[in-house]
């Protein structure tokens, strides 16, 4: 019997050692697989990202591309060519689909490109409605992150290839040599910009058939006329004394503002013309601030969203060309400031 207990007990103890070894083993994997996936897409964290060293072709892509991304993610990675005199350019592929957008911004799942020497966003894009067209760095850096939030994941997600470019090859593209289906679509946006009237712009766009253009454009259809913009009238009361009343209208205030509609919607994947619109901003100082506090500042009180109809013009998907139609894109207006202690939040 005793013989028979011992027998037991070597058994269990070289069974628990077993299951200690499995258990170590499955964990060591999972790390390594964790580790490896984090690796591979970027760094969850939007205040640290991966760093890519690039010296030739590459990519980086969405998780599980070309299948549905995961859900709460912050990806980022910053490309860093090796040499300090040459560019970075960025080429989508063709298989893209995110989160579509809300109002046509990019609110919830987006991939956004930055250029890190001066923080300026150069495209923010979601849906699936037209690829991003090519991105090219000011230097030898890009950074580029990825967001998801908790609800509808979409698929394929975004796959972006990457390689060297050197500077001569952007300044060799000019608009007086290519014809502007031929021309990227930053160069093309400065070129549309640099037209007075519409009808020199569709002239430049459609040379042998600009005239039908311009009468397709303003041809009634059955769709929804565009929203009306109707700017309020100011009130002024005349017996206010007159200084006051100025320093009322120099302080904190709406006034006019132009702003760049691609940069206020970030859609860098479509071109807007006028490309720059007036809006109503705070603006001003507040040294006659009524608040008990070291220092004021100048907030929006009351905010709206106006409708304004503009000309768009975006790619033809899978062939040259550019889609040209009426639009209405919405801006903020700030309709009423005031001034508060600065680190407080407006009405």
């Not at 628990?16 to 994997?29: F, I, P």
């Not at 021309?183 to 058939?209: C, G, H, K, Q």
């Not at 040294?287 to 503009?310: D, G, M, W």
């Amino acid at each position: 019997m005793l013989l028979f207990g011992l027998l037991l007990l070597t058994s269990a103890l070289a069974g628990q050692r077993h299951g200690t070894q499995a258990e170590s083993n499955l964990s060591s994997k999972f790390q390594f697989s964790s580790s490896n996936n984090k690796e591979q897409n970027g760094v969850q964290d939007p205040q640290h990202e991966r760093i890519i060293t690039v010296s030739s072709n590459g990519s980086i892509h969405s998780p599980r591309f070309p299948h549905t991304y995961p859900r709460n993610m912050v990806l980022v990675w910053r490309l860093v060519a090796v040499e300090e005199n040459v560019w970075i350019q960025l080429t989508f592929d063709e298989r893209f689909g995110l989160e579509d957008p809300e109002d046509d911004i990019c609110k919830y799942d987006f991939v956004e490109v930055e250029e890190p020497s001066d923080g300026t966003i150069l495209g923010r894009w979601c849906g699936s409605g037209a690829v991003p067209g090519k991105q090219i760095s000011k230097g030898n850096q890009i950074r580029i992150r990825f967001v998801s939030d908790e609800y509808f994941p979409s698929e394929p997600g975004f796959c972006i290839h990457y390689n060297i470019v050197m500077p001569q090859f952007t300044e060799a593209v000019s608009p007086s040599v290519l014809p502007p289906s031929a021309l990227p679509l930053d160069l093309l946006n400065n070129a549309v910009t640099a037209f007075s009237t519409l009808e020199d712009l569709i002239r430049y766009l459609e040379p042998d058939r600009w005239q039908l253009d311009i009468e397709d454009l303003y041809r009634p259809t059955w769709q929804l006329l565009g929203k009306a913009f109707v700017f309020g009238r100011k009130s002024r009361v005349v017996d206010l004394n007159l200084l006051k009343e100025e320093v009322r209208l120099y302080s904190c205030t709406p006034r006019n503002f132009s702003v760049s509609i691609r940069e206020e919607l970030k859609r860098t994947d479509t071109i807007f013309w006028p490309g720059c619109l007036l809006v109503k901003r705070c603006g001003g100082n507040c040294a006659c601030c009524l608040h008990n506090c070291n220092e004021c500042q100048c907030v929006p009180s009351k905010v709206t969203k106006k409708y304004h109809e503009v000309l768009q013009l975006r790619p033809k998907i899978g062939v040259r060309g550019l889609h040209k139609s009426l639009t209405d894109v919405a801006l903020e207006h700030h309709e009423e400031c005031d001034c508060v202690c600065r680190g407080s939040t407006g009405g």
